[in-house]
């Protein structure tokens, strides 16, 4: 086991407005939601000493601006101009997850007291993913020239394979996309809140790129989330009750650029970073209360369940079915609503909810007894990062 | 079937790992990335082999037959380009001879629902222009000759 489990923990969390067009910039969203998380735990803006963030875009075809389509962490340490600021970090792998564990990694080592992590993500006028103008260069050129433009295509690819060779039928995930929003449902903040859906919207909704419909892909949208993080000492001062981390992992599988369609690629991914998680928490699929698997597309949360160990492969579309993901389920799993609930704002957001679960502070999404929680932060491929939280240290 | 008529495609970039694949293509031939000391073939192209390391790499004439290892329809129009040609399917291709090695293409000359997992496939040879021509997949015509 990892020796520094339950030394950190989540205090704080943060929401902006999450909004489907870009009406003020996105600097504005991000401010909101750090400001929030460091009062939600009790904290003054000036105590904040670490900042940590994932920036990109993960639109094609859009020039990056700082503090209207990203929020860099320069963005971030202009605006706030804290006084006792003693490390920072902008990652570029690994997604969101990966700024997370910098900070993990930063409070175990004492270079900072109280760590903030934000994602900001801004929806873009016109098509979200172009492809690339008149020419297709680097990895896009295998691919482009074929029709072949964002991550949902290369996703959707995969995902007929997994279908295919398992014999499976696509309507199964209505059960995933329902459920989901149903959770949508208690969490105020979701773009989707007061918005249901029902198992027909599903199967009759139209055709983005087979085998996913318009619900197997969450929606653009302009927000930010935030979330402060401390040592567990500290933890145990400030007002909110804390989730300890009790181990994280990363992807260790990384295949060639454009070698699109390959499941190993998503199935090794994901199972390299939970190996990591389970072994450093000393803990196992089946002692998870609830858990937060990333779904930017749905079929992520396929091969974050098999790769992670919380079923075979081949058996996830099974899994979800007969109420065993519902809050009062064998597996409650993305109970705040996940991304097809709240809109694209990338993993952290499953993160917190990962955190609040264990706390007690997801309101009238609780599950009860929920004292192990996981998260699958990204989708296994490429950006994988995973984290167990507990209510008790040990 | 997809009317890939009033579509235009975007062209590649050669690149120093790519520019053999596409020489190759021009002349109607479907040439990998080769291991020369291993033997795994490789595709997209990159520095090293992906089994052993080595970077003694060439490049090698395949015969274009394989099945079909995954695919979408894409029905989406966001790109304009390709909007003349919705539904169309977008296949990935495992060549018989280069198992592991996975080529993107167009099923082109079927109806977009013959697309499925498994289904055999030959290249086909797509001029863009005078520099660049595209490998392209078809239903096979002749049994492989495996």
């Not at chain 1, 433009?149 to 690819?157: C, K, L």
């Not at chain 2, 499925?116 to 000759?145: C, H, Y």
Request: with cysteine.
């Amino acid at each position: 086991m990892w020796e520094n489990r339950c030394k950190v923990a989540v205090s704080g969390v943060g929401f902006s407005k999450v909004t489907r067009s870009a009406d003020i910039p996105l600097a504005a969203h991000a401010l909101t939601a750090v400001k929030e998380a460091v009062a939600d735990s009790g904290l003054q803006l000036a105590d904040i000493d670490g900042l940590a963030t994932y920036p990109e875009l993960p639109a094609t075809g859009h020039t990056e601006v700082d503090g209207i389509s990203i929020v860099s962490v320069n963005c971030m340490m202009t605006m706030l101009k804290l006084p006792d600021l003693g490390w920072h970090i902008q990652v570029g792998t690994v997604n969101i997850g990966g700024a997370m564990q910098q900070a993990v990694n930063a409070l175990i080592a004492g270079v900072c007291k109280y760590a903030v992590v934000w994602r900001a993500m801004h929806n873009p006028r016109g098509t979200y993913q172009n492809l690339p103008g008149a020419y297709a260069q680097g990895a896009a050129q295998f691919t482009a020239p074929y029709g072949f433009g964002g991550p949902g295509q290369g996703m959707a690819v995969a995902y007929t394979r997994w279908l295919e060779r398992h014999n499976q039928d696509r309507e199964k995930m209505a059960t995933l996309a329902v459920t989901q929003r149903r959770h949508t449902q208690h969490n105020p903040h979701a773009y989707f809140y007061g918005t249901p859906l029902s198992r027909e919207d599903y199967l009759n909704s139209r055709m983005v790129a087979y085998p996913f419909c318009l619900f197997d892909c969450d929606i653009p949208v302009q927000g930010a989330v935030a979330i402060v993080l401390t040592t567990a000492d500290r933890a145990r001062d400030l007002k909110p009750r804390p989730a300890y981390l009790a181990g994280y992992g990363q992807r260790l599988h990384f295949e060639v650029a454009g070698r699109i369609g390959s499941l190993s690629n998503y199935m090794e991914g994901g199972s390299s970073s939970a190996k990591l998680t389970w072994e450093r928490s000393g803990f196992s699929p089946k002692d998870v209360d609830v858990a937060q698997i990333y779904d930017g597309f749905s079929a992520s949360v396929i091969y974050g369940l098999e790769s992670y160990g919380f079923c075979k492969e081949g058996e996830a579309l099974d899994f979800i079915q007969d109420g065993r993901i519902e809050l009062n389920g064998e597996l409650p799993l993305n109970t705040f609503g996940g991304s097809l609930g709240t809109g694209r704002i990338h993993g952290l957001w499953h993160i917190i909810e990962g955190a609040l679960q264990v706390s007690d502070r997801a309101g009238s999404r609780q599950v009860k007894d929920a004292n192990v929680s996981f998260v699958g932060a990204s989708a296994p491929i490429v950006t994988g990062t995973t984290f167990i939280f507990v209510r008790d240290p040990y | 079937m997809s009317d890939w008529s009033k579509v235009t495609r975007p062209i590649p970039v050669p690149n120093e790992w790519t520019k053999p694949f596409w020489d190759a293509a021009k002349r109607g031939v479907l040439a990998l990335q080769r291991c020369q000391s291993c033997g795994h073939f490789q595709h997209p192209p990159y520095a090293t082999c992906v089994e052993c390391i080595s970077t003694d790499l060439k490049f090698e004439a395949v015969r274009g037959a394989g099945t079909i290892y995954a695919y979408t329809i894409m029905y989406h129009t966001g790109d304009k380009r390709f909007a003349s040609a919705v539904p169309y399917a977008s296949i990935i291709v495992e060549l018989d001879d280069a198992p592991g090695a996975l080529l993107a293409g167009n099923l082109l000359e079927a109806p977009h629902t013959e697309a499925k997992v498994g289904r055999r496939v030959e290249v086909i040879f797509e001029k863009l222009n005078d520099d660049i021509t595209l490998p392209q997949f078809r239903f096979a015509r002749i049994a492989s000759a495996e």
